[in-house]
């Protein structure tokens, strides 16, 4: 018996020691990475290579069957795992597996300027996607908001590139921890959504490496992002697809980015610069005009057939090919080829909790006269809520971002349920907006139907306003077209459907009118004096109802900050003062050139130069406690070239509620052989304090906070001389000041 079991374990060991033998070296995973890549690539035909390099359907690509890879899947992208679509159209699957949960707009998440939230946000989407059998989710989206009419500015990170590369990182980490690509979008210049596929952006090189790359190259250097996506629009006249300086010169000469260039759906344009300029993986494109009703369109694709024919005609060797190949056989191995992969959950306790964490850290306190909130439940009897936004979902809607939701607690029900029986909640509509509620043939459901003509639901808003303590009232933007929505921009600063003529009336009738934005983008306020409180708001996903009303009834203490620049008019922004958005289109041709004019001078950089007072300010956000900042000191009065500073500032909560400040550091150039803006942020830390605590921030930079990007010898420069430090709590709150000098 004895002697059969040791014969039985000699061939066992055997066996297995065979089966590693026979183990070809690219589903070894103790192999290094780039030894898998170059063993898989030398197995594979040159038609398994074109398979791979293109889609199959409006959201997979093809994997190599014969070797053992399955198909790739992606999936917008950025706020949760879209619903899916069929095969080959963009109307829903109709499965029944696949509501996600929403997490917050990208704008709310930069606005908790908390980089462990960007973390927990990119966790929890991967788990989401895992479930979902995503290998590689669309975003996050980090253009830079430069004019607040682009209609995609909610799914992006704000005006500010220290901002946003801080922000994108964490998330980016965050989703592939779990196995699943990030896919950063949309490179690069894409600040508008009107004209986006003709629009030829010119902008100086000092502004693109500023302002517009920063948070890219923050995603690919410190995020370690897999894959990057081409944007629709033009830049020095070739699209951006296969944009030979964006994408050969810039991100894979100049940063070394090893992953995949993933082209916007239907962004490329060309075989041949798609095979020269660096777009990796094709996706999206419109086959009309490439086919000739032949069975399978995605064989037209510029990188299909017509690339495989050139190569047979000896158009092209194959090293180009093989480049793609290696980065795509890279993402397999990161993503669908992982078998150490944790597992996938959708719609679980802890993804709401983090969606409604972010959501909480995220809502901006804009203004607070006389303490109208928190709202005092004991010396409350009856609250109004007014408004559409207070009704209406808003996960359904605004362009590929749009989501099927389990759920999505709408902000009346919310108030309804934390008021209880300790007050009388009342609702009326105020104004009709946007009845719809459709996107993809997926529909909220809702029936928003009115018929009362603007100036009945006004008249009834005013006489129930008479009678109540306080008015809360929802409105903003929405994601209906030329609102916050993909494909075009809005056409206006001002909030939409007569929404000032309902707050003005209100505001007369009232002395405690809320407003509460629900947007992703500001808009002008002509009666913010009349109103004391405002409170942003944006579009918090499943959790958005109980996220505001834990803010409107105190339960948490606001801590959001602006993420850009809340304008009073359209002239405030650099981009329209000079009459630099939108672009202008060529007589003959198809193309729409836009000249960022404002040059660096975005936001809080223009507001500075031109001593504009903003509506709000970059950085700004109030809280139901205060706090107070001590001296900044330096820990140096000079510094060399290669040494770093560290400032350092006591804050102390003075209040006697728990909250949380956002410490923020600019840096001025007080001289400089070339034109700087007046401050630039380089630093800031999230503190939390309980009433009366105090703590000392150190908050350190490098020469890099120092430097701009000088042209003249293309590359980032720090010039010696006195340089001042600004501490504060927002762009327009600075408490203290140092100086200091690079040696
Ligand atoms: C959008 C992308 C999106 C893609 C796929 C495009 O229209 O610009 O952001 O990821 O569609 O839905």
Redesign the pocket.
Known sequence: MKKRMLIGFALLAFAMQTKAQMQPIYLDETKPLEQRVEDALSRMTLREKIAIIHAQSK?SSAGVKRLGFPDFWTD??PHGV?PDVLWDEWNQAGQSNDSCTAFPALTCLAATWNPAMARLYGRSLGEEALYRHKNMI??P?VNIYRTPLNGRNF?YMGEDPYLSSTIVAPYVQGLQSCGVSA?V??YALNNNEKDRSETNVIVSDRALHEIYLPAFRSAVQNGGAWAI?GA?NLYKNQHNCHNQYLLQDILKKGWNFDGVVVS???GAHSTDEAVRNGLDLE??TGTDGLTKNTSNAYDNYFLAYPYLQAISAGKYSQDELNDKVRRVLRLFFRTSMRRDHPYGFLCSDAHYKAAREIAEEGIVLLQNKNNVLPIDLNRTRKILVVGENAVKMMTVGG???SLKVQHEILPLDAVKARVGTKAEVEYVRGYVGDTGGMQDGLSTGQNLKETRSAQALIDEAVQKAREADVVIFFGGLNKANHQDS??DDRTDYGLPYGQDAVVKALSQVNKKVIFVCISGNAAAMPWKENVPAILQGWYLGSEAGSALAAVLFGDVNPSGKLPFTWGQKLDDYGAHKLGAYPGVKRANENIVDEEYKEGIFVGYRWTDKEKVQPLFAFGHGLSYTTFKLGKVQADKKEINKEDSISFKVNIQNTGSRAGAEVIQLYISDLKCSLPRPLKELKGFRKVFLQPGESRDVTITIGRDALSFYDDRISAWNAEPGEFEASIGTASDAISSKVKFTLK
Do not use: A, I, T
């Open positions: 959201f917008d992208g879209r669309l975003g989206g799914e896919c979008k949309h996506m629709y916007d759906w239907g996706f999206g362009g590929s971002s993909e494909g």
